[in-house]
């Protein structure tokens, strides 16, 4: 059935960059177009795909007068963006990946917060997947820690907030806030991390932001053409935080506020890209951040300024004055996790498994053991809420029910905070203190 909401304020414009996604883009679609909330408008900007994705993409168009059908001639993701947003008409913008799907009530749910409490951006959470049909995996992840949620956070009191998880489709923007603080992507080749910049500003200029402690985004992890995937962009990275300095720099007072967390923020992406890119260009990458940040830190002392944590401290300390020293450290935390799940793997492959805890890391956790041929039996939580619950096919039950008939079975604790409370809640319920593990995954770069 034809939609048209020609005569109706249009309440959010969806933009949707497009390129070569003939196997995800009709789910994608149809969780777009059927959502609850109607007064929308879909913005899809496609780079000339060649396999087929541009012709459904037509097929949408032909049935559904909220959708719009644009040409990236420039094969930017950033570029793609911007012209949608550009175009744009509604009150608010949303972005959604091609290769990615979204909850049907997801905008209709955002769209009346961001009303409610005036609101330049509002977020949800969201869970990574991979595989198709009864393969596939979800991991649930938050954007913030419990704290933030479900209150007004104003960004220029608290610069906690850009140490939160990035990804800009989990949300909505005010367009009238991107339009007049010229939030903007940078327009390089293709899909390089033109997602950081825009987080970057856009949180950088924001009054209040919203997070909703409710899971709306549904992200893919195993589309081989994703940028996340191509190692060889070994200095968009650096490129794209450039991008957000100079744009920064053009209003002191905002370089002066944010300088320390844009630091931290770019050491943060920056060593994420090393542990990407292939061995050969990485000696070539961490000159090039080398140089940058003896161009950004003034003194050594900075560095205890920009991270709270030691171990940080010492990583960007011989960032700056020991190269040799830095790759080391870096890569040996990587060697140390793989060992880590290695003998986990060895040790579980004979047992039940239960993991305790079916938050982020427990459902990631999940993941990795199914990847390695480990089979979960159930996941054992103290949240009564998440009882009964079902996760990649695995029953969530209360800890002393899991552990009622299976004393005898391996349990791994996964939450950090509470994990000596939980294992001295085990051996109260009867397991044995060799059948209890803790996971550890600060080694771990979850890609």
């Known amino acids: 059935m034809e939609m048209n909401n020609s005569n109706e304020e249009i309440k959010i414009s969806i933009i949707m960059p497009s390129f070569n996604v003939v196997n995800y883009i009709r789910e994608c679609m149809d969780s777009v177009v059927n959502q609850t909330l109607k007064e929308i408008e879909i913005i899809v900007v496609d780079a000339n795909s060649t396999d087929g994705t541009f012709e459904i993409l037509k097929e949408y168009e032909a049935k559904d007068s909220r959708v719009h059908i644009l040409i990236d001639d420039k094969a930017s993701t950033g570029y793609a ?10 009150k608010y913008i949303g972005i959604v990946e091609t290769d990615d799907f979204i ?46 949620y479900d209150r007004v956070l104003y960004p220029k009191k608290d610069n906690e907030i850009f140490e939160y998880v990035m990804f800009n489709w989990a949300g909505i923007y005010n367009h009238k806030f991107l339009i007049e603080n010229d939030i903007r992507h940078q327009e390089t080749k293709g899909a390089s991390f033109q997602d950081n910049g825009f987080f970057f500003l856009a949180y950088s200029y924001a009054e209040k932001v919203f997070f909703v402690r409710e899971s709306f985004y549904r992200y ?13 962009k070994v200095f968009c990275m650096c490129d794209e935080y450039d991008f957000i ?10 370089w002066d506020r944010v300088k320390y967390p844009y630091l931290k923020r770019r050491y943060g992406a920056c060593s994420w890209t090393l542990k990407k890119v292939k061995k050969d260009y990485r000696d070539d990458l961490i000159a090039r951040m080398q140089a940058d940040f003896q161009r950004l830190i003034s003194s050594y002392d900075e560095i205890d300024l920009i991270q709270s944590k030691r171990e940080y401290q010492e990583e960007m300390k011989a960032l700056l004055y020991n190269p040799d020293e830095y790759k080391s450290i870096v890569f040996r935390k990587q060697e140390r996790f793989e060992t880590n799940i290695c003998r986990l793997v060895k ?45 990649n096919g695995i029953s969530v039950l209360p800890l002393s029910d899991a552990v009622e ?15 000596k409370r939980i294992k001295k809640q085990l051996l109260e319920l009867g397991v044995n203190n060799q059948n209890i593990f803790f996971y550890n995954e600060s080694f771990y770069v979850w890609d």
Not at 107 to 129: H, M, N, P, W
């Open 220 to 232: 893919r992890r195993d589309n081989p053409n994703s940028s996340i995937n191509n190692p060889n």
């Open 245 to 254: 300095e100079k744009k920064l720099k053009t209003t002191s007072d905002v």
């Open 103 to 148: 909850r049907l009530d997801m905008y209709e749910k955002l769209y009346q917060i961001a009303e409610d409490t005036g609101c330049d951006i509002v977020k949800g959470d969201y869970d990574s997947f991979s595989g198709d049909g009864d393969k596939r995996r979800y991991v649930k992840h938050h954007l913030a820690p419990t704290k933030a």
């Open 347 to 391: 040790l579980l492959q004979k047992y039940r498994v239960i993991i305790v805890g079916c938050g982020e890391r427990g459902t990631r956790l999940e993941c990795i053991l199914h990847s390695r041929g480990i089979m979960v039996a159930t996941f054992a939580d103290n949240n009564a809420l998440l009882s009964g619950e079902n996760w």
């Open 81 to 90: 963006n911007n012209k949608a947003i550009d175009f744009a008409k509604g």
């Open 405 to 419: 008939n299976s004393e005898n079975d391996y349990y791994v604790i996964t939450p950090q905070k509470e994990k």
